[in-house]
């Protein structure tokens, strides 16, 4: 079984693979009932790491939508001892759609009502949604840092950023995580040297969308060789994709997103698959990566 993870060099340690709220609250969204009961589900099977956003909702007008159902759900669990919940803002959802707000009023604000829907004092890993373009990075993440020195906030991550944004970023704050897009069959971060700098800073790269999609795909999307791999390990193919995630970067730690309970216990069972060096080539060929 792989084992638990440090969430970045100065932070705490979380189970190999979390659970991603968003689809938990975006269009097509489940039953509050139903998320709950999926988020609950996630951590008695072992996940201490929860992604949210007050952007995960339908519109603007129930923005924090995903931050007070895990509020809910962690209040029904009965402790936080040991789990992380990282949020983000940065992202305002007008009529449904995602537009970038990385202004430093706005990122204030944000937090603020983030603080109110998880109903705590201080959030423990705040990240910057995407960069805006309108606003370099260094005044978002600066304000962050105001943040963080104020006390709201205990960690400072950025999201959804290239090796540019996330030097400058640096430069502002400590960065304790990137949360980009990385899966089997979507390796930027590889490929741009991302991953490589999170590894040589001690900074932990949570993959968002590690099945090829966000939301989860149905089905996934697929080779015939990973069939044929997870067919050798005694695992299904969301098991395989996770598992060649844990295997590329001891500082990965991939957080699917699902409205099923059952596809939450197959993937946090994915740390206990082990893929071997040939495996892991043959499943490199397989994508041409």
């Known amino acids: 079984m792989t ?31 139903d998320g709950v009961r999926v988020i609950l589900t996630a951590l008695e099977h072992g996940a201490t790491f929860i992604d ?4 995960y909702c339908v519109d603007e007008s129930e923005a924090g939508h ?14 936080t001892e040991g789990i992380v919940v990282g949020t983000k803002g940065g992202v305002r959802r007008p009529g449904g759609r995602w537009v970038k707000d990385g202004t430093p009023e706005h990122l ?3 937090c603020a009502a983030s603080l109110q829907a998880l109903g705590v004092e201080r959030i423990d890993l705040y990240q910057l949604h995407a960069p805006d373009p309108r ?6 993440v600066g304000a962050l840092e105001e943040l963080r020195r104020e006390g709201r906030v205990r ?34 971060a590889g490929t741009s040297g991302l991953l490589a700098i999170c590894e040589a800073a ?5 993959a968002h969308s590690p099945l090829g999609g966000h939301p989860r795909p149905e089905p996934l999307p697929g080779h015939d060789e990973v069939a044929a791999v997870a067919r050798d390990v005694g695992a299904t193919p969301a098991q395989v994709a996770l598992a060649w995630l844990l295997a590329r970067s001891p500082t990965v730690i991939p957080h699917p997103g699902t409205k099923s309970v059952e596809h939450v216990v197959e993937d946090l069972a994915a740390a206990e698959v082990e893929l071997s060096a040939g495996q892991m080539g043959r499943l490199r060929k397989a994508i041409g990566g």
């Open 3 to 33: 084992e638990p993870r440090a969430l970045g060099a100065a932070g705490p340690t979380v189970h190999p693979i979390g659970l991603g709220g968003a689809s938990l609250s975006i269009a097509g969204r489940p039953p509050e009932d």
């Open 108 to 110: 204030r604000s944000a």
């Open 66 to 79: 995903n931050e007070r159902l895990v509020a809910r759900a962690l209040r029904e669990w009965g402790s």
């Open 155 to 188: 960690w400072i991550g950025v999201s959804n950023v290239g090796v540019a944004e996330l030097e400058a970023a640096r430069t502002e704050a400590p960065i304790l995580t990137v949360q980009n897009a990385l899966s089997l069959w979507k390796g930027d």
């Open 202 to 206: 001690g900074i932990g790269f949570l």
């Open 135 to 140: 606003v370099p990075i260094t005044e978002s």
């Open 52 to 55: 949210t956003a007050d952007a």
